[in-house]
């Protein structure tokens, strides 16, 4: 059983800083790619990032150069660091786990899901 639970989500000023987890249970965050999404208000669930299991990274534009992933294997965890925030970051922030086929930064593309943190940037 996979299960994925996301935290260390909060409110910040723009141009501040938030490091969000992903604690995995039942699945070795090694073992294949994972990633973060996030679904604004009223707006569809959006690839912002992934990591493959040897370690390779991939951005959605809108965040490349500010945010990164990143995984602890000790730890089963893992992280999006996010830097200079802007307030179209806010979101809920996923974390999938188990890729299937297709795109890497679709939602589709994964099997397991947490239940989200909410970010939000205020200016």
């Known amino acids: 059983q996979v299960h994925l639970v996301e935290s260390g989500g909060g409110s910040v000023q723009a141009g501040g800083s938030l490091r969000i987890s992903c604690a995995v249970s039942?699945?070795?965050?090694?073992?294949?790619?994972m990633g973060w999404f996030r679904q604004a208000a009223g707006k569809e669930r959006e690839g912002v990032a992934r990591i493959r299991n040897y370690g390779s990274t991939r951005y959605a534009d809108s965040v490349k150069g500010r945010f990164t992933i990143s995984r602890d294997n000790a730890k089963n965890t893992l992280f999006l660091e996010m830097n200079t925030l802007k307030p179209e970051d806010t979101a809920m922030y996923y974390c999938?786990?188990?890729?299937?086929?297709?795109?890497?930064?679709?939602?589709?593309?994964?099997?397991?899901w947490g239940q989200g943190t909410q970010v939000t940037v205020s200016s």
């Open positions: 039942g699945y070795t965050v090694s073992n294949g790619d």
């Open positions: 999938a786990a188990v890729y299937t086929d297709g795109d890497s930064l679709a939602p589709a593309a994964y099997r397991y």
